[in-house]
């Protein structure tokens, strides 16, 4: 377990609806990141928040949102959605600060099919 | 951001020590590097990180040249389960991290 907690682990939809995914940070941990891996790709990074406020985007498809609540939760929603949305979301996180020698700890992922 | 390169694949047999080199030549002074380890279907994991020279830990070995332009990943007598897609990072100040394509490591019995 490595202390970023994802769900949910596993989410089948129909093109044109709407999900949210949630990542809960490591304890003590303020910066979330948001990555999606299609089949066989790369991590692409979508989006990063530290203590509630959005400090890095990415490729993130305007169709995709996200934010940070008071709790450091994170909640990546996705609309409108299509077929090559399918992947698996990550989550990580870190302290955000800036040390230069921060390390990223990921989640299990949330596998997202969309049909 | 200071771009990585690395080898797309590399095989390997078991027992066999596995050198795995990033590239990295905009690489700034505060920026650190680090490797992650990713098996399918699963999140990438923290296998190391360094500055310059050589830190060793119980998984792995990274080696930082003085001009800090490329870094080698070592990994000694690497056995079926190293399998996995290697990621080579460089962290500029808890920026956002972005990830190249990594180095896909096939290890053969």
């Known amino acids: 377990d490595s202390g970023v907690t994802q769900t949910p682990k596993h989410l089948i939809t129909a093109t044109g609806q709407r999900v949210t995914l949630r990542c809960s940070p490591r304890s003590g941990d303020l910066s979330v990141y948001w990555y999606q891996q299609s089949l066989d790709q790369g991590l692409q990074f979508l989006i990063q928040?530290?203590?509630?406020?959005?400090?890095a985007k990415g490729n993130i498809l305007e169709r995709f949102s996200a934010q940070q609540f008071p709790d450091l939760h994170s909640e990546l929603n996705l609309s409108s959605l299509e077929l090559g949305d399918s992947a698996l979301y990550f989550c990580?996180?870190?302290?955000?600060?800036?040390?230069?020698?921060?390390?990223?700890?990921f989640g299990a992922g949330s596998r997202l099919t969309v049909l | 951001l200071a771009k990585t390169t690395q080898p797309i694949s590399m095989d390997s047999y078991e027992g066999q020590e596995v050198n795995i080199t990033c590239s990295h030549n905009n690489i700034a002074t505060n920026d650190y590097i680090t490797w992650y380890q990713q098996f399918p279907s699963q999140g990438p994991r923290f296998i190391i990180q360094?500055?310059?020279t050589k830190v060793t830990n119980e998984v792995a070995s990274l080696f930082i040249p003085a001009d800090r332009k490329s870094s080698t990943l070592s990994l000694p007598r690497v056995s079926l389960s190293d399998t996995a897609v290697y990621y080579c990072?460089?962290?500029?100040?808890?920026?956002?991290?972005?990830f190249g394509p990594g180095t896909r490591l096939s290890v053969l019995p």
């Open positions: 360094g500055y310059k």
């Open positions: 990580a996180s870190n302290s955000g600060k800036s040390s230069g020698a921060n390390v990223l700890t």
């Open positions: 990072l460089v962290e500029v100040y808890g920026q956002n991290f972005v």
């Open positions: 928040y530290y203590n509630g406020e959005e400090r």
